[in-house]
């Protein structure tokens, strides 16, 4: 194994675990890299008594110099970018240029974070002569955050610098996937002056988790990660009266238009379809074709032909991924579907045992079929086709999910319609993955989504943190009035 087993960090130390433990694969070639600790209860007792040590301190702390951390940090995560790139490469498979993408995304929410005094000043005004109203955030306290596989690095600072600047002690818990990128992490965080127990990480699966969600000294949950899990982990953090605020799956629907720049949708609908191996929240899944688009598939079907799996297209994260992904597709093939490129049996030179599926566009696909409903999670968008953008519309407004939604279109008037009437959290006008950018923040809605504000941004703000509201009357002339 190319690393040692991964350790817990727990009061800014690596610490060993008794526990089972899994493999952890290079999902390139298939090889073990290392193994990951299946955490006990008894892992997230021990982290939450680091944080609880850590809290009063850490909390006091003014918030302007809680950022000097950060400043820091976010020099040190460029600084390491090649490192910090190639590790999410090795755990999770995406390429190179895509794991550097992610760690720069990383340092563009740790800047976010820095801005957070000049963002969170409180609030004060003279609400009648000689009495004053003001409103200070506090932080929440001990709080959790659960990580998906799919971005190793980032979705850990969607959370974590927000959180932390803002005073609280967290406890993360990666993807048992992925675990590798959340030590560096802490390694840098450390680096960076953090103080021990302010971050701790519990490494493990769902026992992990619900210990996580029964814990009744941590205080709120954030959860990034499929909506199956999603609702289990903030049925059972609200149960047990915690803030919870969980992100599930997705399935995007892209609406083209006739009258789209051929070009643009056509290479921004594969880019998006086949970035990070269709392993995106914001990945297009269902292109609706609104009319005769058929000049923007025969483009599309040539963009596609040029992705290059083990090139400029990695593998997805497990074997087991890759035959689901496979038999999607083969049911859709027999249900009547269309295969314009078939990414099925995918056999990369020199990385034979890796999880590669090759891109895939599939037309004629009917809106009740499983392709067209549930979350693929892989290279593969499937085209629907529709009359008008009503019908596109009612297809999009169907589904479960609620993530993002983009439309096609160089008329203002239909981009308007869309953009009003989509069910989704984030939507996006002639762009293939429409991610809100900070201050911006970035969350769905229906199931993919569960709780109040989003993850990222000025939207995390209330969640992580308390506001307090104080009156006061300090000078006579006040005199007595109803607030007295
Ligand atoms: P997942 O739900 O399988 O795992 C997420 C986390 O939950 C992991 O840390 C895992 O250990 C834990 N977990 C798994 N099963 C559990 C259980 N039964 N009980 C408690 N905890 C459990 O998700 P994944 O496969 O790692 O990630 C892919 C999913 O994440 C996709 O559905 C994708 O759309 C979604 N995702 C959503 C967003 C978003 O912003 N909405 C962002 C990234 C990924």
């Known amino acids: 194994m190319k690393y040692k087993p991964v350790q817990n960090y727990i009061n800014g130390e690596f610490v060993s675990v008794e526990a089972n433990h899994l493999d952890v694969y290079n999902p390139a070639d298939g ?10 209860k008894s892992e997230i007792d021990r982290a939450v008594e680091a944080a609880k040590k850590a809290f009063p301190e850490w909390s006091a702390t003014p918030i302007k110099e809680r950022v000097q951390v950060f400043y820091k940090y976010k020099a040190l995560l460029e600084k390491n970018l090649d490192e910090l790139a190639a590790l999410v490469t090795e755990e999770n498979g995406k390429v190179l240029s895509e794991a550097k993408a992610e760690v720069l995304k990383s340092a563009e929410l740790t800047e976010f974070a820095c801005s957070l005094p000049q963002i969170t000043a409180g609030e004060i005004l003279e609400v009648s002569k000689g009495v004053e109203c003001r409103i200070d955030k506090y932080p929440v306290g001990i709080v959790a955050s659960i990580t998906p596989f799919n971005f190793p690095n980032m979705v850990a600072n969607w959370s974590l610098p927000n959180a932390i600047a803002l005073g609280n002690c967290m406890i993360l818990k990666p993807s048992e996937l992925v675990p590798l990128s959340a030590n560096k992490i802490a390694e840098l965080l450390k680096e960076a002056g953090l103080p021990d127990g302010v971050l701790n990480i519990v490494h493990g699966g769902q026992e992990t988790v619900e210990a996580i969600c029964d814990h009744p000294a941590i205080d ?76 923007i598939i025969k483009r599309m079907i040539h963009y596609t032909k040029q992705i290059v799996p083990g090139e400029n297209l990695g593998p997805v994260i497990s074997k087991e991924a890759k035959a689901r992904i496979e038999s999607y597709i083969s049911e859709a093939e027999e249900l009547g579907a269309k295969i314009l490129v078939d990414g099925r049996g995918t056999v990369v030179k020199g990385k034979e045992n890796g999880y590669y599926v090759g891109a895939t566009l599939i037309d004629y696909v009917k809106p009740n079929m499983r392709i067209a409903q549930e979350e693929i999670f892989g290279p ?32 203002g008037g239909v981009a308007r319609y869309v953009t009003e009437h989509a069910s989704a959290g984030m939507v996006g006008v002639n762009v293939g993955v429409p991610v809100p950018r900070e201050p911006f923040s970035f969350g769905g809605w229906n199931e993919s989504k569960f709780g109040v504000g989003d993850i990222t941004g000025r939207g995390s703000i209330e969640f992580w943190t308390k506001s307090k509201k104080m009156t006061t009357k300090w000078n006579r002339e006040a005199g007595v009035n109803w607030m007295s």
């Open 220 to 295: 709120a949950v954030s959860f990034v990660g499929s909506t199956r899990v999603a609702k289990i982990v903030y049925r059972r953090s609200t149960s047990n009266l915690k803030r919870c605020l969980a992100l599930g799956g997705a399935k995007n629907h892209l609406i083209v238009m006739p009258d789209a720049d051929t070009e643009m949708a056509s290479s921004n609908i594969v880019a998006s379809m086949s970035g990070c191996a269709g392993q995106r929240c914001m990945a297009a899944s269902v292109m609706m074709a609104v009319g005769d688009v058929e000049h």
């Open 31 to 40: 090889s073990v890299i290392s193994q990951v600790p299946l955490s006990p």
């Open 380 to 411: 593969v968008l499937v085209i629907i086709r529709a009359s008008d953008v009503d019908e596109a519309l009612k297809v999009e407004n169907s589904s479960n999910y609620g993530n993002a939604a983009s439309v096609f279109t160089e008329s």
